[in-house]
């Protein structure tokens, strides 16, 4: 009993990562339709310029903030220097433009940071806690209530302020958005740059867990894309749900088969949802406008 709880602990901290990952999927591809691959990258992003911070003697949640800003704004360059341009070309198109600029973001990664392996110290200590059983660390704590407060700022964002509201409208229909006088590029900038920045934290956040470097944001991006079409791509609630099953999927898979397998989940994952459900969890029935 307590090495399932301790494998269900674990794969709720990591779900919680892949929800947040998942999440700006979400954010981007409500708002422009476009699957941005470059969203791993955004997390490492967050973990390597922290850990340089850190390196430079900047206090931990200086060397955050300033991890976070710096993200948000290449989330804004990435929209204005490559997306924006490309507006009205084929899906496929801007895929391949956010799959280059990902590898455009590792190579400069690791040429003006470093190619090495870094971890952030934790927030509040080693120590662990022994809950039932199970071995949990502080910092697990730190990223479970870290993605809980990001999903209920931007639910109250969504819902209940005009600029959430005009996100949401032109998620819906762009052009409608347009005709009455919502600032459509101003929505798309603001999108990219609160996904840049909830990944930087997401980075934050994990990197006392799991150490950074230059290339894990390939393998986070994969699976938070994963993670948001089990949920169903566009859908917020859809992205923490399916974050944390990938999660617990990937914990108990390694803790009861193999660890070998665990990285396979994801393709598997993928390739179900792809087969059966192809709107995920929470996907909504595709319509189309006349």
């Known amino acids: 009993m307590s090495d399932l709880l301790q494998f269900l602990a674990s794969g709720v901290t990591v779900g919680a990562v892949y929800a947040l990952v998942a999440l700006g999927f979400t954010i981007i591809y409500n708002a422009s339709d476009v699957v941005n691959f470059a969203q791993g990258e955004f997390v490492m992003l967050g973990g390597m310029i922290s850990v340089a911070g850190v390196a430079a003697g900047l206090p931990l949640p200086l060397a955050a903030l300033i991890a976070i800003a710096v993200t948000a704004a290449i989330g804004v360059a990435l929209n204005t220097f490559a997306i924006e341009p490309a507006r009205g070309a084929p899906v496929v198109s801007l895929i391949i433009i956010t799959i280059g600029a990902s590898i455009f973001i590792r190579g400069v990664t690791q040429i003006v940071l470093d190619k090495g392996t870094h971890r952030l110290p934790s927030f509040s200590g080693d120590e662990p806690l022994h809950v039932f059983g199970a071995t949990v660390l502080p910092q697990s704590l730190w990223v479970a209530a870290g993605a809980v407060a990001i999903f209920v700022a931007l639910w109250l964002f969504f819902t209940r302020t005009l600029t959430g509201r005009a996100v ?37 956040l994990i990197t006392p867990i799991l150490p950074t470097s230059f290339e894990v944001g390939i393998s986070l991006a994969l699976k938070g894309f994963a993670a948001a079409m089990l949920g169903g791509i566009g859908s917020p609630k859809g992205a923490l749900t399916g974050g944390l099953l990938l999660g617990l999927m990937e914990a108990l898979t390694a803790g009861y088969i193999s660890s070998h397998y665990k990285d396979a989940v994801a393709f598997f994952v993928i390739l179900a949802v792809l087969f059966a459900f192809p709107r995920g969890l929470y996907g909504s029935n595709p319509t189309e406008r006349v």
């Open 168 to 204: 949401l409208a032109t998620s819906n229909n762009r052009l409608a958005a347009q005709l009455v006088g919502i600032n459509t590029r101003f929505v798309m900038t603001l999108s990219f740059a609160l996904s840049a920045a909830i990944g930087a934290l997401a980075g934050v």
